[in-house]
């Protein structure tokens, strides 16, 4: 027995949990890990990495987070609800009595996977479902590896029709030293529901965590997801990222990604159109400094007609970091009057500094409005100029250059964590000058 199977069975859980990981690990130690022949990985190379090495198994989590971990006061509106996981462990939840009595269910993997009363059987079939699914379309080993250590994952079910005004908030902490966690979040709308989700990767400042994430997010038939993401883990982490976006008929996805954090960080969210009228927004911000390496990659997968979606990415590089942002437009046969685009912009801060951008289109049919581009450039020194002028030292100058070429991204997102993200862009600029 292997070690992966050994971790397993300390693992809790239904009897349909217990076979999606058996039937993961089966097809991890199946697979290798992805090399730079294959084209999404081909500007990322795992070789400085020894991931087998990485240990699994959870901690005890504390009763209160160490201040390291804290993140910033949430200002505005109070949340619909809130969930904290220490690594494998929820030990914080707060959720309103009145979103039960709607049939909302806010809760972890653990506690509705058995399906208790009429809401959470309602949502444990939902989560079986898209978790197996997921499963079914992964592709790579850390997708694989994600499942088969899946131990929990925060959920939220919206019944039919419902709309829940303010956001639901989930933290995830991971902490530990050359240990892999492997946080998940499930979304399901069903038809006509809304809400906006916030989730947050956080770390102390010390340990060298491996994190193996995932999300799903299942939009209903007329449903609408406003759905943010924010990295902000220490600098001697790593990130594999995988996430999915089905959309269903006239229904509505818009994304947020904020990748601040980390030494070195991989990800993929693929937006999956599958009705008719289907509209998605994929907004991204991300800032390397130091030897940073992060490669983002979104996917707009159209797959019925007239359905809408747009991409844009902004980032910006110092020190002697590495971004790259590959873009796929995809367009099948079926997907009549697609109406898609995608747009990268980076801001190169330092001499040694790098950013790749790499935009693409696979169609299948004529009868499409599609287009990409993007841009590289540095800080416009007639701007910089004009600000000194204005009393402004050189250093406030190029801050409030790149923070305003941040504000449109920063201005789409609930009010209550804009100034969590102007502060972590901000504190990317912290140190000298490169």
């Known amino acids: 027995m292997n070690d992966l199977q050994t971790h397993q069975k300390t693992l809790s859980g239904p009897a349909w949990l217990a076979d999606l990981r058996i039937a993961a690990a089966e097809k991890f130690d199946a697979s290798d890990w992805p090399s730079t022949s294959e084209e999404e990985w081909r500007r990322t190379s795992l070789r400085a990495f020894e991931l087998d090495s990485y240990r699994t198994g959870s901690e005890n989590p504390p009763t209160t987070a160490p201040a390291t971990t804290a993140v910033a006061e949430d200002s505005g509106p109070s949340p619909a609800g809130r969930l904290i996981f220490w690594n494998d462990t929820l030990t914080s939840a707060l959720v309103g009595d009145e979103l039960a009595g709607r049939g909302v269910v806010f809760s972890s993997l653990a506690d509705i996977a058995e399906g208790a009363g009429d809401n959470g059987a309602s949502a444990a079939a939902s989560t079986r479902d898209a978790l197996r699914q997921s499963l079914d379309l992964s592709d790579n080993r850390f997708q694989y590896w994600h499942y088969a250590l899946l131990a929990d994952a925060a959920v939220l079910y919206v019944p039919r029709f419902v709309e829940i005004a303010e956001p639901f908030i989930i933290d995830f902490h991971l902490t530990g030293d050359e240990v892999v966690r492997t946080p998940h979040l499930l979304v399901v709308l069903e038809e006509g529901a809304r809400a906006t989700v916030i989730k947050r990767l956080i770390s102390p400042t010390d340990g060298e965590v491996l994190v193996v994430d995932a999300d799903d997010l299942v939009v209903g038939d007329a449903a609408g997801l406003r759905f943010v993401t924010i990295q902000r883990l220490n600098e001697e982490s790593l990130v594999f990222s995988n996430g999915r976006g089905h959309v269903g008929r006239d229904g509505q996805l818009h994304r947020t990604e904020a990748a601040l954090g980390a030494d070195f960080v991989k990800t993929r969210f693929v937006s999956e159109l599958a009705g008719a009228g289907a509209d998605v927004a994929l907004n991204g911000l991300y800032f390397s400094t130091d030897e940073q390496h992060m490669d983002l990659r979104t996917v707009q997968s159209h797959a019925a007609p007239r359905t809408a979606s747009r991409a844009f990415y902004r980032g ?37 500094a790098r950013a790749d951008s790499i935009p693409s289109l696979n169609i299948s049919t004529d009868d499409v409005k599609c287009s990409h581009g993007s841009t590289t450039g540095k800080l416009d020194e007639s701007q910089l100029f004009y600000l000194q002028t204005r009393g402004y030292t050189e250093a406030e100058a190029r801050l409030t250059l790149i923070e305003g070429y941040f504000e449109d991204l920063i201005a789409q997102v609930p009010e209550m964590i804009q100034d969590e993200l102007r502060d972590l862009i901000s504190d990317r600029l912290s140190d000298p000058d490169d």
């Open 316 to 352: 910006a590089a110092r020190g002697e970091s590495h971004t790259i942002y590959q873009g796929l437009i995809t367009v099948n046969a079926e997907a009549l009057g697609t109406d898609a685009y995608l747009t990268n912009k980076n801001l190169i801060l330092s001499e040694d």
